[in-house]
């Protein structure tokens, strides 16, 4: 099947093009140009000046649509693919969290099984949070599902999963201080695992020796983790000053200020910056009660909160933080749109097919209008969602 698409407003991985025409064969980005000449065989669609962003991509999200991935039921896995393509969010990791062994296996065993019907956002594989974390930066984690930081326990765990579910796995979120922290690193490093760390209270030495050892990310940084004190600069720091480090962000303007966001833009290459959405099932959904990791939340005006007031996770998509670094720090567009597509896909080895619009990629796409909501996802030169 052949298709122009004629007057888009693309957005390419340093640059913004308007009125710009896309050809697509055989579901591939065949070139990007303008006034392209065609044949009488190609389907031309008119986006009238609409933006064209490539398919986004989440690296940490647990659910939308009312579904979370720790469901563990095919239906509830479905609904919550087609719910994140309907966001623009056309691949992504299934995030866990913590929870007893037992029922990360059924998770992890309901993931492996999943179909690849091209309806739904792509699945590449899990992102694993917990539940090797420590109590004091729980977050919304139940304290009772973190197992003691005993020695050989996290390992074993940790093995069992990797040997039963193979290349599943592709980032691992744990607190660094914990018995078993190098262990993990290193079996991280041996099955070519992300190890990032969150949801600790590890110390700037502590940091810069997970560093030396193998820790590439920080997990939601700023979330669940010491901030930056003048005497104690904590392990934000050393992922702010380190090159190697990948930190993850959660842009939806509720997690951090977007001052915040500001500074780190500033500060650290942006190839090492990504966004994300910690999505929970309110995602896409009204006001109301939801349930979390088997806690309730309340969602009201797109925060999501436990009883206590702490912050669950994020009512908003991926696209949330493309938008509040465009319309409330005023950076172009092309440069929010990279940190949640092309950086991901680069984290993930993906980018020969995902994450730009680039001749020779799949043609997955988002058409937004000039408020940046999604108008139409297309996927492999397919219109999914209109």
């Known amino acids: 099947m052949k298709q122009l698409i004629r007057q888009a407003t693309v957005v390419l991985p340093d640059s913004l093009e308007k009125n710009c025409d896309l050809l697509i064969e055989d579901g591939r980005i065949a070139a990007i140009g303008y006034h392209l000449p065609v044949d009488s065989d190609y389907e031309v669609v008119s986006f009238s000046g609409d933006i064209m962003i490539p398919g986004l991509i989440d690296t940490h999200v647990h659910g939308a649509g009312g579904q979370d991935a720790m469901d563990a039921t095919p ?77 050989g326990k996290e390992i074993a765990a940790l093995t069992h999963f990797i040997d039963t579910y193979p290349d599943l796995i592709r980032i691992i979120t744990f607190a660094i201080e914990r018995t078993d922290a190098k262990d993990l690193l290193a079996l991280c490093q041996n099955h070519n695992i992300i190890a990032s760390a969150g949801h600790t209270g590890a110390d700037y030495s502590a940091m810069i020796h997970a560093a030396a050892s193998g820790i590439r990310r920080l997990t939601h940084t700023f979330n669940a983790m010491p901030g930056i004190h003048h005497r104690d600069p904590g392990p934000i720091t050393e992922g702010l000053l380190n090159p190697e480090i990948e930190l993850e962000f959660i842009g939806d303007g509720v997690h951090i200020h977007p001052a915040i966001l500001e500074m780190a833009l500033r500060l650290k290459p942006q190839s090492k910056i990504t966004l994300v959405s910690d999505g929970t099932r309110a995602v896409g959904m009204p006001n109301g009660q939801y349930e979390l990791g088997g806690q309730m939340t309340i969602v009201e ?12 996770g994020s009512a908003y998509p991926l696209l949330q933080g493309v938008r509040t670094i465009v319309q409330v720090l005023k950076r172009p567009l092309y440069e929010a749109v990279r940190l949640a597509s092309l950086n991901p896909a680069q984290t993930l080895g993906v980018s020969h097919r995902l994450g730009s619009l680039e001749t020779g990629k799949d043609a997955t796409f988002v058409r937004l209008d000039p408020n940046l909501v999604v108008k139409q996802v297309w996927v492999q030169g397919k219109m999914m969602i209109s």
């Open 75 to 151: 239906q509830s896995l479905t609904l919550l693919r087609q719910a994140l393509l309907r966001e623009g969010t056309t691949a992504f990791l299934a995030t866990t969290i913590s929870s007893p062994f037992e029922q990360l296996s059924a998770v992890l065993a309901n993931i492996v099984a999943a179909d690849h019907d091209d309806l739904q956002a792509e699945l590449l594989g899990v992102h694993l949070e917990g539940p090797f974390l420590t109590h004091r930066y729980k977050g919304a984690h139940i304290g009772d599902y973190l197992p003691p930081s005993t020695a």
């Open 301 to 312: 005006n797109g925060t999501a909160r436990l009883s206590d007031g702490t912050i669950a």
